[in-house]
């Protein structure tokens, strides 16, 4: 069945003549190595605020080495700067230090996946976010034509461009950043009011001319436990006295 249904994928894909077009082959001379992200998106342009998280979180070295001792290659969602200046103000500066490594982690795939691939992908799919958390950084990717949606149940947005595409590493522009529900989607639960303590009003009216009511209320809930009501103030009244003596 399932055999079935990608066949009957691969057929639509290959009846679609445009849809080959989409990635846009790698123009540079491939350099020895893995091909370097940091380089491509700053080729790009545009990605600054991109890099300099990848920069700032190492998830970029860690891309770099992953790249060169996997074959499982990786795929990355890179938002523009202007996606990033659409947060609201202070998005990033409210995040800790493992937040933001989270995030920029979040927008990475660790296997290559191309256009026609994500076709076939099973939902929700694994990033690298969720190497360490599992199941909390759930990314679902769904297609319809060439088309690619990714929604993180905080944002969806589209691919809009494929920036750098080869065997080992595709590199997709997104119009927007992918938020982590794990991060932006429960806001703390706001701490419900302490119900007021039950005060133990009797043993303090009885206290009669006793000015520590801090007195009668510690020795009241000892009496309660022993003595009638009428014989808890008397002794109350005692210890209360006692108390301030
Ligand atoms: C790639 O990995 C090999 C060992 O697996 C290492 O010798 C080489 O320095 C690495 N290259 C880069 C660019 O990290
Ligand atoms: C992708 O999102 C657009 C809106 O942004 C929507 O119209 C379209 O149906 C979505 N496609 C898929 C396959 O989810
Ligand atoms: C992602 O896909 C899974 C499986 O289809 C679904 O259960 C889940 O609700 C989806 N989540 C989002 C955020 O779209
Ligand atoms: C994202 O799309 C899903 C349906 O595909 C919709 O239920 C949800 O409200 C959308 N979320 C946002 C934030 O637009």
Known sequence: MKLLFSLFLLLLFLSHP???????????????????LI????KASQFTVF???LTTTQVGSQIKGQLNNSNDGMTVFAPPDNAFSSLPAGT???????????????HVIPSFFSISQFQTVSNPVRTQAGDTRNGKFPLNVTTSGNQVNVSTGIVNTTVDNTIYSDSQLAVYQVDKVLLPLSIFGSPSPATAPAPATEKKKKATAADGGGTSSDGGDASGGVCL???????MVVLCSVIGGFVLL
């Open 18 to 36: 445009t849809a080959t077009q989409s990635q846009s082959p790698a123009q540079a001379p491939a350099p020895p190595g893995p091909p370097d």
């Open 225 to 231: 436990s022993s003595y009638s009501v009428h014989a």
């Open 92 to 106: 990033l500066n409210s995040l800790t230090d493992e937040q933001k490594v989270e995030l920029v982690q979040f």
């Open 51 to 53: 890099i300099k998280l």
């Open 39 to 42: 380089k491509i998106l700053q």
